[in-house]
DNA sequence: ACTGGCACTCTATCCGCGGGAGTGCCAACA
DNA sequence: TGTTGGCACTCCCGCGGATAGAGTGCCAGT
């Protein structure tokens, strides 16, 4: 049995209250608040069935009702339209980024503002290096034996890492090596470049195989094993709002969940689409945040994508209002970044 | 009236057991825990006296004892032995830190471990700009108009930022703007630095005085106003061990307290004395950390100090054993430092 | 100076009891 | 067939009172 117009406007109506009041919600108190132009009667027929489907659910007999995951999935898939920001949110940003200096700036920046905006927990991912291209590598001498790697990428990371050489090494020679690893590699996808580095260490004339091996290997590791994706988070302390109501009892598996970044990179990490995504209490795969919703969105310059971005909070959360503050701030830091 | 040893015995048992327990404790539970070879009444003469001196009190009348923060401060400072680590701490020390490769590396696991070890929220500071000296400086052209700063320390942090030049520049002159800029500031403390940043505009060829005087305030920048110090925080889901009850009720303040980088800054970056700082409760100037302690130590290769790190948590808290945890890692930290 | 005894205080817990909100069902109606 | 008003029912929540228990303060005795 499918549901009709009138249905959906009820658990739309019982999603909002509920959202707002963070009480069960039930038919009178529905009728009153909302123009259905029905009596609670009616409404109580259309709640059975609802809660028939599995979309509502009451904590207990004769009490309200309160939406389920899949309400809220339902809500968030046909019953939203997305509110465009306020331009006092719209002025938020702008105030927020203006006099931006380098991409830590940028990443930090955008954090606090989402988690601002959402009074939620914000997640900013650093654009991806495995998405980035090498602009410069450049070879730093820190004594004989040492040299200190850094690469630039084009997206403004700088990565850095210390390698050390088989044995003491002429300022010229470190000289060589340097433009040898650019002209290779400068410009490359991060992802391209392991056969390059490669063939750099073939290509070496035999006295240098053994140092170009050593940086090779080294920057095999910075250019794709230690590619770590690094990341930001603010505002773990608007967990706490509205009591430990929302997430049944305790913050602990959440803040635990949180401590991890390898869950928090999946949780923003997927960058195929350039929609924004919302994962609704049991669809994370995460145990510990079965009771937290997570709204993300990827970022980049122009149509591609280079990072993510997002919000976790409760899954009584305001998703429309989430959601277009979500995208909002991804299209921003999307646009400042393609102005470098 | 000044405490006899008994009734100070008497404050260390109440101490001792309350952090255990995390209950109020009266005067017969007090002697059948601890040998105290005297009656129930004697202890409770002991504890008038103790509650009129304000280091202990009870939640309410005819309830056990709980300590307060002068009974804590009392008790740390007369009352620890600190008690060595066990062998297995001290592994646990020793296996974190194996393989370490970088200074981003050392800290975070550093945090990991103290939180870990503590079972606490754990601070540490990178080690300070301010504190440390320039060991390169690297300028990367990123267009014909910009450049890249990279500065590396002695300490190993590496900072980086942008320079808009106010017209094109040729490599040459990025060369010698790099030899120039080196030269004089290489091996330099970052605090001495800025006299001779401005000597370096002053000596310079009038043609190059726009670019370079462009170049120094960007220095400037990064070597002084902008060494913001770095820090990382583990262990937050700690918070929420024993329940709510630490906290008087929400963890909302602490983490709120958390987030402000300032504050935690504050809280651990008093590097004076070299020896370990405790703050209880009241102590701490935060008005969001009342309800909290905080164990902090400097740490640096040697005997410098270049860096703080410490952990925080309920006033109720194990400060012996804490303390020696904090200063054992600190003391490793700086070892490790030591070696680079 | 310490001890045992005793009366007192206060809290936490359980119980029972409405009040109230909300439901489900049914019969009536358009 | 869909909607409505009415009604009995269920269950939570808050309240007051009684009780048990822990702990204290004080006092008299050693």
Not at 27 to 49: C, F, I, W, Y
Not at 230 to 243: D, F, M, P, S, V
């Amino acid at each position: 049995m499918s549901l009709d117009d009138r249905k959906l406007e009820v658990l739309r109506a019982i999603v909002e209250d509920y959202v707002e009041t963070q009480e069960p919600v039930g038919s009178k108190a529905l009728v009153e608040r909302h123009q259905l132009g029905v009596s609670p009667a009616t409404v109580r027929n259309d709640m059975a069935v609802l809660e028939e489907e599995g979309y509502i659910r009451q904590p207990h007999t004769s009490a309200g009702r309160v939406p389920t995951d899949a309400g809220y999935r339902l809500f968030v898939d046909r019953l939203t339209r997305i509110k465009p920001l306020s331009p006092a949110e719209r002025r938020a940003i702008e105030r927020f980024m203006v006099g931006v200096v380098d991409l830590d700036d940028v990443v930090h920046r955008t954090v606090r503002l989402l988690a601002q905006l959402t009074r939620q927990v914000a997640v900013v991912q650093y654009p991806s290096l495995a998405r980035s291209s090498v602009r410069h590598l450049e070879l730093v001498p820190i004594s004989t034996t040492r040299l200190m790697l850094v690469m630039i990428t084009d997206t403004g990371r700088v990565e850095q890492r210390l390698v050390e050489m088989p044995g003491p090494l002429p300022p010229d020679d470190v000289w060589e090596l340097r433009r040898r690893v650019n002209e290779k590699l400068a410009g490359e996808k991060l992802a391209d470049t392991p056969p390059l580095v490669q063939k750099l260490v073939d290509e070496c004339a035999p006295e240098r195989r053994g140092d170009m091996a050593c940086l090779a290997s080294v920057l095999l590791e910075t250019l794709v094993e230690r590619s770590e994706e690094r990341l930001a988070l603010a505002g773990t302390a608007n967990l706490t709002r509205g009591g430990v109501l929302d997430f049944q009892g305790t913050l602990r598996p959440v803040l635990e969940a949180l401590e991890e970044e390898v869950i928090l990179l999946k949780l923003i990490g997927d960058l195929e689409p350039s929609t924004t995504r919302v994962r609704i209490g049991d669809e994370n795969e995460i145990d510990n945040l079965r009771s937290a919703s997570v709204v993300s969105s990827g970022y980049g310059p122009g149509a591609t994508i280079v990072g993510g971005l997002g919000v976790l909070g409760p899954t009584r959360m305001d998703y429309p209002g989430t959601i277009a503050t979500v995208r909002a701030v991804a299209r921003y830091v999307g646009d400042l970044l393609a102005q470098n």
